[in-house]
């Protein structure tokens, strides 16, 4: 008899799981910046807390963006997360959300719709300074940066009709949606990507290979990095990235400013394609004091 209750008892526990894993992004608040209509809207928030999920949606019409201020709607919903393979996926206000993140100072959450992102930093970091008076937008400081990229080559291939160029330049500079990918026969070993600082940094974060909020097998059939070299204003940094689309954290030296250059050294093999894809290189600066 115990034997039957204690077999019927393992059974509930694999169909009724008691608890459900629980990430570091959970229990946290989170700053991000977006663009709406090319005007960049700071200070926005989002926050998860007990499976509930509140969240200011930016919005704006001509006559707050011509005197430059902006509001938010802010929602409040259930929110359930999800996995296929090695992705996470998080459904909320009727939309479902790929995430990605570092420890629990990064969440970004990337609509599979429109692949519209949400790119957050945790609101009490070293990379966020918020003003005294919430009104006062403008003066948020959000350490986020990605622009000015250049590279040693770009795939590009033809798609109904259009012609794509992998350079891993988007519409905006934080959203995850096209990828940087070589053109060099083979593996792209020794292919470099370039970003140029705007200030001093301390950390670069890095989304290794092809992540699609829609497409996750992009990035098993395609090759991803494996060692990199880093090459900065204050030495060189040869990091090994491990296989897997969550964001990674590499410090750099402090007061790292100038070009930093990405190379890629060694790979993992993708199931289809050749080419190696990196989706995300950001840098993280302090804020002022």
């Known amino acids: 008899m115990i034997r039957k209750t204690v077999l019927y008892f393992c059974f509930l526990l694999l169909c009724f799981p008691i608890f459900s894993e629980a990430y570091p992004f959970e229990e946290n608040a989170y700053i991000y910046e977006i663009f709406y209509d090319d005007f960049p809207n700071p200070g926005f928030t989002f926050s998860l807390k007990k499976n509930t999920i509140t969240m200011e949606f930016p919005e704006m019409d001509q006559r707050m963006q011509e005197e430059s201020n902006f509001i938010s709607e802010i929602k409040t919903d259930?929110?359930?997360i999800s996995k296929y393979k090695d992705f996470i996926y998080l459904t909320a206000?009727?939309?479902?959300?790929?995430?990605l993140y570092y420890e629990d100072l990064v969440c970004v959450l990337v609509n599979t719709a429109d692949y519209t992102t949400y790119f957050g930093l945790k609101s009490d970091s070293e990379y966020i300074k918020l003003p005294d008076d919430r009104k006062r937008l403008r003066?948020?400081?959000i350490g986020l940066d990605s622009y000015r990229i250049s590279c040693s080559s770009a795939l590009r291939e033809k798609i109904s009709g259009q012609w794509i160029t992998y350079d891993g330049k988007n519409k905006y500079s934080w959203q995850i949606c096209k990828p940087w990918c070589e053109d060099k026969?083979?593996?792209?070993?020794d292919e470099w990507i370039s970003k140029r600082l705007a200030y001093k940094t301390n950390r670069i974060l890095v989304v290794n290979g092809y992540v699609d909020a829609i497409n996750p097998d992009y990035y098993y059939n395609n090759e991803r990095a494996k060692s990199i070299e880093l090459?900065?204003?204050e030495g060189i940094v040869l990091q090994t990235l491990e296989d897997t689309p969550q964001i990674q954290s590499i410090e750099l030296p402090p007061n790292t400013t100038g070009d930093v250059k990405l190379t890629i050294k060694s790979v993992y093999k993708g199931r289809k394609y050749k080419d190696t894809c990196i989706s995300g290189y950001y840098f993280c600066f302090p804020s002022p004091k």
């Open 231 to 233: 090459r900065t204003s």
């Open 93 to 99: 206000f009727g939309q479902k959300y790929m995430v």
């Open 139 to 141: 003066e948020v400081w």
């Open 78 to 80: 259930d929110y359930v």
């Open 185 to 189: 026969k083979g593996s792209g070993i």
